[in-house]
């Protein structure tokens, strides 16, 4: 049970930082923490950092964990942009790119197009495939998270079941992980600047309308990695709206990016995506302002229901349209207070995103790090490692 | 790590029969097995039950959980009825009884009362208060679960901030846990029925509506302890009802038990409960039925959003009101396969609750089981223990 990979937490987590500590920690026998730290040692993922002031004798060597002991690949794939990070194994971006690209081209043209510019970011920081840990890959659709495929994903052409780590499998001997944009945005958001909140709702406000859901500091991806898809939840009074899924009412439909746009052009704007909506509010049009108002409180009426149901510590707004936030989240704000009960609203903080357009990446990389250095991996990976020798 | 709690967890999961067996699965060394397992044994916890058939020598003493080492008192206490349990430390029921009274009598009359019973429950299975291992008590209105004390309870007068484990200390050396009485009963159905599924919504429909959510096999409280208040999810169309709890068109108000006993009694019937609908219903009384179907379909729109949001693997449906469950869940499965998203209902189970009445006190024996015999809380227990000797 308590094998090298939970001497490593430990160690990571600066509760042991000699060995006699180790030993304090865990009850195990002198000789076997000597053992499992030189097989730690021996992987560099741990060093050892001389000797501390000590009351007498023989110092005792400090052990601390080898953060740059190899590095993840990240990739937070929007339909029309994404961006791209090699990070250390604390999470710490060494290299970083955005590029324009398009989901829609479908895995056979986009995922050699990430391995491209994945070896240029390796390139860049003087490391090899073979130094990747670990690789992280967001995507804007449902994942079946254990598999690492796409989901009837809508807006993702020809990704329907594609095993991702299948194809990564041919470059990097390492995992690959791939989960839903929005969960990875809620676990950077999480991870940086909400630790202390045990339940947290990421609401990503673009052309769509998604959230990520922290449930218990871990990502909720429900039965079939479709949890958090609220943009598909019914507003009342917009039964004559058509959404793209075949139903009416959508709240995506009525409050997404593309339907304020469309919006704003039936009013004489020049109004094409989030961003046209975002720059017409910016520049105090009164109709922008108020259509966006509007669809905060439509947001709102969604998420005061998911505020009763879940009674979340937090909710982040982030998303294209969240650039337009005062206004946003006055809406939001304003029909939640008015809704939910005042039980699990009187500490309920609403807040823009702080990390913007980087938590997918951040996110992204927090869960590959988690993932590879899990007391259970580690053993295995150990175990693996051993084998081979 | 890896102190005697996780040995009696390996030895409860029947992952481990024999000294060697911890040891193997251990690591620990074999006088560590030898010193922690002496503990559990001088503590009843576990007993050795004789050797088993081996292929020579003499054979290993087998180790197997002494469920009967003390035993759980367990109380769902509802708004006009409870049920109280004395159950061993499998959570099997050793005795249990069921009594009408008013939780609006407040704590100083209801907790004497229990106490009583209680103690009637134990003289019966010939236990005393010091064989009490942990209680557990299941109200009808939220809880701040770390403190044990009922918040703000709409049908609760003088529970608010009551300190339940605090009034039992006097009588018992034991935990108290309380919770919301929907949670235990996710938690009684979940652990009886649904084992295999991560993710799991408990809907009870009575004189009001609430849900217990399971997410990754554990009760979501959420940060108040307010997390499953559905009952007051406004429902499109019904502006003009309004809700005891001052706002206007919530699920309950429309579809709860007293609002359908109401639409009934303004139609000249007789009906003043929930079980009065249910039984007019029975009777083939085609208005009763309708309004069920009807209270199904308002209930399956609230609950297809939490579909979309929470991605669950089953949805549980218990209470008085599922007495009718054709129809009533004929009118909720309509709404969720037509407006949650294919994914998300591809696999999902809508059944009754199978475990009726008896749910509630099922998993409040349950919940204190698992939090007495966790292992850091045996560990906790024992140094206690061992401290006070």
């Known amino acids: 049970?308590?094998?090298?990979?939970?001497?490593?937490?430990?160690?990571?987590?600066?509760?042991?930082?000699?060995?006699?500590?180790?030993?304090?920690?865990?009850?195990?026998?002198?000789?076997?923490?000597?053992?499992?730290?030189?097989?730690?040692?021996?992987?560099?993922?741990?060093?050892?950092?001389g000797g501390s002031a000590s009351t007498g004798g023989r110092p005792p060597t400090l052990l601390a964990f080898n953060q740059g002991a190899g590095l993840v690949l990240v990739a937070d794939l929007g339909a029309t942009h994404s961006r791209l990070v090699a990070s250390d194994l604390a999470g710490v971006p060494l290299?970083?790119?955005?590029?324009?690209?398009?989901?829609?081209?479908?895995?056979?043209?986009?995922?050699?197009?990430?391995?491209?510019?994945?070896?240029?970011?390796?390139?860049?920081?003087?490391?090899?495939?073979?130094?990747?840990?670990?690789i992280g890959v967001g995507v804007p659709g449902p994942v079946a998270f254990s598999r690492g495929e796409p989901v009837a994903?809508?807006?993702?052409?020809?990704?329907?079941?594609?095993?991702?780590?299948?194809?990564?499998?041919?470059?990097?001997?390492?995992?690959?992980?791939?989960?839903?944009?929005?969960n990875i945005m809620a676990l950077g958001e999480h991870w940086t600047h909400w630790r202390d909140v045990e339940h947290l709702l990421y609401v990503k406000v673009g052309t769509g309308i998604g959230c990520g859901i922290v449930a218990d500091r871990h990502i909720h991806r429900g039965a079939q990695g479709a949890a958090g898809d609220i943009g598909h939840i019914r507003i009342a009074g917009h039964d004559d709206v058509v959404c793209r899924c075949g139903n009416v009412g959508c709240l995506e439909a009525v409050a997404g990016g593309r339907a304020l746009?469309?919006?704003?052009?039936?009013?004489?704007?020049?109004?094409?995506?989030?961003?046209?909506?975002?720059?017409?509010?910016?520049?105090?049009?009164?109709?922008?302002?108020?259509?966006?108002?509007?669809?905060?409180?439509h947001l709102g009426e969604v998420l005061a229901s998911s505020v009763n149901f879940f009674n979340p510590g937090a909710i982040v707004i982030g998303g294209d349209?969240?650039?337009?936030?005062?206004q946003l989240l006055a809406g939001v704000?304003?029909?939640?207070?008015?809704?939910?009960?005042?039980?699990?609203?009187?500490?309920?903080?609403?807040?823009?995103?702080?990390?913007?357009?980087?938590?997918?990446?951040?996110?992204?990389a927090i869960m590959v790090i988690e993932h590879i250095l899990d007391p259970d991996a580690i053993d295995k990976a150990i175990e693996a490692g051993v084998a081979a020798a």
């Open 153 to 182: 994903p809508p807006i993702m052409p020809g990704w329907d079941g594609f095993s991702v780590p299948g194809w990564f499998s041919k470059h990097y001997d390492a995992p690959v992980l791939v989960d839903n944009d929005v």
């Open 261 to 297: 746009a469309h919006r704003l052009t039936q009013a004489g704007f020049e109004a094409k995506t989030s961003r046209d909506v975002v720059s017409l509010v910016r520049a105090g049009e009164p109709l922008a302002i108020q259509i966006v108002r509007d669809a905060g409180r």
């Open 1 to 49: 049970m308590t094998g090298a990979g939970s001497l490593l937490r430990l160690i990571r987590d600066g509760e042991a930082v000699t060995r006699a500590d180790l030993v304090r920690r865990t009850g195990l026998a002198r000789s076997t923490v000597a053992q499992r730290l030189d097989v730690l040692l021996a992987h560099q993922l741990v060093y050892e950092a």
């Open 95 to 134: 290299s970083e790119a955005t590029y324009d690209m398009d989901i829609a081209e479908g895995p056979e043209v986009v995922l050699p197009w990430v391995h491209e510019r994945f070896l240029a970011l390796l390139k860049e920081v003087g490391r090899a495939p073979r130094d990747v840990r670990g």
């Open 321 to 326: 349209i969240s650039d337009a936030h005062q």
């Open 333 to 364: 704000r304003e029909v939640i207070f008015q809704r939910s009960l005042p039980l699990a609203t009187g500490d309920l903080r609403i807040v823009p995103s702080r990390l913007g357009d980087r938590a997918g990446v951040i996110g992204a």
